[in-house]
């Protein structure tokens, strides 16, 4: 399935072979920019997923008895299809998820740098030598598999999250269990089929297709050691619930943010007005670090808001796979339906709307594109108050409130941190005493100072706190999730 889908319906992968499902339900993946139907594909079932964990388990040990370098060549095997074929896979992504064809192809291009992390890390110290209180005794720790990784993804990035969760854990020893995203199935068969070209054993990647009945076998089947989970906070905070009451087992999961950017007195208002920009519209909104509320000072609040509104009523929406468009369609209806209730919310809690792009005018959708799932930016100004929905709830879209402040970086960072959540933000300020409070005091997992509020960093720690994590990040940190550690004492 390189190119485009066809007639076919596929299938599971599981235990090292295409494997139709017990069920007779098919779902399509539909392109959110034409709604033309890109494929259709097998429901997994409960009954699918047990399949994919007996072949998980039987091939569980000798998978484990490999060296990490051996384990780790598959995935070399994997690192460079994503190179060779980022273009062709940018442009898979674009037609599923929506997102414009630069940002596709940056998804496949984070997922080759987190598979060569991981694969190099099979070449670096797994453990630490101690000195021990005694001198005839060494004392050090070792990691070890922790057995089988039940790995759920969202759609936003249909490759690159996939591979943060399982380049890791595959390369520390453990056999995976994966479900990705009912909206994106297509990216779902293609990863597979890298497995099944790179020739990883029978059973050490399984791949079941479906929807969250799915994604809740993996959770409750207790031969499952560590849940991997990205989504909302909603799915996240339940999965986390479950697993919590099962001792030894562990669930880790990154989850939805309300980020926030702050821009101080004395910012430089190219820099603000573009992180701003990037980070309210790439993607349509609908990142988990997108940015949905602007807090600035009342000195540069006025210019702000002229450069800004401007560049929010001319960002292009448009054809994703054209290069000169800024935002593509939403993924669904569901979104769109979302974005319309939380833009209403809005108007209901006094916003006063300054871009109001929420249906667009016929001449800004592409000719051949009428079907699809467009909406434009919608930008309001409001006083911030602790009680206001609008301003605490995740939208997943292009919804942006803009509040103004009149005190020190205190009061900033006061109004910043007021939401459940704690993903990311962003400060932009030429004063190093107010980053480095934003730094220290922002309830943030990603912090960025003078940037756009997105992107990542493999080598870093990502993810988030309060209603955005439990306290196992993705990336760098992942290992404290996939392995688990054993103190070594030896008498010499
Ligand atoms: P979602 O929570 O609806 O779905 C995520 C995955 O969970 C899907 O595969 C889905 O089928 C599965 N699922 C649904 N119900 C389930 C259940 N009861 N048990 C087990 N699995 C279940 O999220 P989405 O709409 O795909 O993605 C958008 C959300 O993801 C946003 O909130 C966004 O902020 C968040 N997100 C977070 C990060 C991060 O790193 N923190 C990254 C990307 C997206």
Redo the contacts with the bound molecule.
């Keep these: 399935m390189s190119q485009q889908a066809s007639e076919q319906v596929y299938s599971h992968y599981i235990g090292g072979e295409w494997h139709d499902g017990a069920g007779e339900e098919t779902f399509e993946s539909v392109n959110p920019a034409t709604k033309e139907s890109l494929g259709e594909f097998q429901r997994g079932t409960p009954e699918d997923v047990q399949t994919a964990l007996d072949a998980a388990e039987e091939a569980k040990e000798e998978w484990r008895d490999l060296s990490y370098v051996n384990r780790a060549e598959y995935l070399w095997d994997i690192y460079h299809e994503l190179r060779e074929r980022t273009d062709e896979l940018g442009e898979v992504i674009t037609k599923e998820c929506g997102k414009e064809i630069s940002e596709g192809k940056a998804d496949v291009v984070e997922a080759a740098h987190m598979v060569e992390w991981a694969a190099g890390n099979a070449r670096h110290p797994h453990g630490d030598l101690v000195p021990s209180e005694i001198p005839s005794k060494d004392a050090y720790m070792r990691r070890k598999p922790r057995g089988i990784i039940g790995c759920?993804?969202?759609?936003?990035?249909p490759v690159a999250?996939p591979f943060w969760h399982m380049a890791l854990a595959l390369v520390e020893g453990n056999t995976v269990v994966w479900?990705?995203?009912?909206?994106t199935p297509w990216c779902g068969q293609i990863i597979a089929e890298m497995f099944e070209d790179a020739g990883i054993p029978d059973g050490v990647f399984n791949m079941v297709q479906?929807?969250?009945?799915?994604?809740?076998a993996?959770?409750e089947d207790e031969r499952v050691d560590t849940v991997l989970?990205?989504?909302?906070?909603?799915?996240?905070h339940?999965?986390a619930g479950k697993v919590g009451g099962e001792p030894g087992k562990l669930a880790a999961c990154?989850?939805?943010?309300k980020n926030g950017i702050v821009v101080t007195e004395n910012a430089d208002l190219d820099v603000a007005v573009h992180s701003a920009i990037m980070s309210s519209f790439k993607t349509t909104g609908?990142?988990?670090v997108s940015s949905e509320r602007l807090i600035v000072h009342e000195d540069v609040y006025d210019e702000f808001k002229e450069r800004y509104v401007a560049t929010a009523k001319e960002v292009s929406v448009g054809d994703p796979l054209d290069e000169n468009t800024f935002m593509g369609p939403m993924v669904n209806e569901e979104q769109v339906e979302k974005f319309g209730k939380y833009n209403q919310l809005a108007k209901d809690e006094g916003a006063n709307v300054l871009v109001d792009r929420e249906e667009l005018d016929d001449d800004e959708i592409p000719d051949d594109h009428e079907k699809g799932f467009w909406v434009g930016p919608f930008v309001y100004e409001i006083d911030y108050s602790p009680d206001l929905r609008c301003i605490h709830e995740?939208v997943?879209g292009p919804h942006v409130a803009l509040m103004s402040y009149s005190g020190d970086i205190e009061e900033a960072v006061e109004i910043h941190n007021d939401t459940p959540y704690g993903?990311a933000g962003a400060i932009i300020s030429e004063d190093y005493r107010q980053v480095n409070y934003f730094r220290d005091n922002a309830e943030i997992g990603l912090a960025y100072g003078n940037l756009p509020c997105i992107g990542a960093e493999v080598q870093l720690p990502?993810?988030?706190v309060k209603k955005?994590?439990n306290g196992y990040p993705?990336a760098r940190e992942a290992i404290e999730a996939v392995t688990e550690r054993t103190a070594w004492t030896l008498n010499n």
């Design positions: 759920i993804t969202p759609w936003n990035f999250i479900k990705p995203a009912e909206q479906g929807f969250g009945d799915a994604g809740n993996i959770v989970f990205t989504g909302s906070s909603e799915v996240g339940k999965i990154e989850m939805g943010g609908q990142r988990c995740e997943f993903l990502f993810g988030g955005s994590g993705s």
